[in-house]
T-cell receptor, first 116, second 108 residues
Framework: DTEVTQTPKHLVMGMTNKKSLKCEQH?????MYWYKQKAKKPPELMFV???????INESVPSRFSPECPNSSLLNLHLHALQPEDSALYLC???????????????FGPGTRLTVL | KNEVEQSPQNLTAQEGEFITINCSYS?????LHWLQQHPGGGIVSLFM???GKKKHGRLIATINIQEKHSSLHITASHPRDSAVYIC??????????FGQGTRLTINP
């Protein structure tokens, strides 16, 4: 299995809803990432987990809450989002736990989130 | 000024043409990545370079560390190469810094 999967593919939620995005990889990768991407912009890093521990938090608002239950799974819990949070949310993983830019990152297809 | 600059921002070419996309960066790096993003979202890592040149099929990536410059070349371009190509750089243990991307359209 050489892919990163993300569910759901699309999500529409209201500002009072609570929802979760899920990411899974079975490549034995030790680092996992959440990115946010607005239209026609490059991805912006949100969080990095290295060996299942949060290693980078890019000052993301607390309405986004990451969770890494095990080495294969990464969740992003969403609560009280704003319309400007509408974006493509990409998950990625990389083999080593260095969680940095000297490792190839494998991206999932993304979840397209719309906040009404 | 962005730490990573790509040129051109948009490129339209005819099928079969030789394509070059450039990336310049202003910081010291451990590695440079070329990524491809098709409409619909998914990103594929094409190359990771720290020196020299790499080739995969019709794609060639080069890097000149002294000049802080990299190029991505596509030979015999095809409409399926139409995508956004993103250059990203960084140091070990640090996050990637992305360029703004080059939108490539190959017409049949």
């Amino acid at each position: 299995d050489t892919e990163v999967t993300q569910t759901p593919k699309h999500l529409v939620m209201g500002m009072t809803n609570k929802k979760s995005l899920k990411c899974e990889q079975h490549m034995g990768h030790r680092a996992m990432y959440w990115y946010k991407q607005k239209a026609k912009k490059p991805p912006e890093l949100m969080f990095v987990y290295s060996y299942e521990k949060l290693s980078i938090n890019e000052s993301v608002p607390s309405r986004f809450s990451p969770e890494c239950p095990n080495s294969s799974l990464l969740n992003l819990h969403l609560h009280a989002l704003q319309p400007e949070d509408s974006a493509l949310y990409l998950c990625a993983s990389s083999p080593s736990g260095l969680a940095g830019s000297t490792d190839t990152q494998y991206f999932g297809p993304g979840t397209r989130l719309t906040v009404l | 000024k962005n730490e990573v600059e790509q040129s051109p921002q948009n490129l339209t070419a005819q099928e079969g043409e030789f394509i070059t996309i450039n990336c310049s960066y202003s910081v010291g790096i451990s590695a440079l990545h070329w990524l491809q993003q098709h409409p619909g979202g998914g990103i594929v890592s094409l190359f990771m370079l720290s020196s020299g040149k790499k080739k995969h099929g019709r794609l060639i990536a080069t890097i000149n560390i002294q000049e802080k410059h990299s190029s991505l070349h596509i030979t015999a371009s095809h409409p399926r190469d139409s995508a956004v190509y993103i250059c990203a750089v960084g140091k070990m243990g640090q996050k990637l810094v992305f360029g703004q991307g080059t939108r490539l359209t190959i017409n049949p």
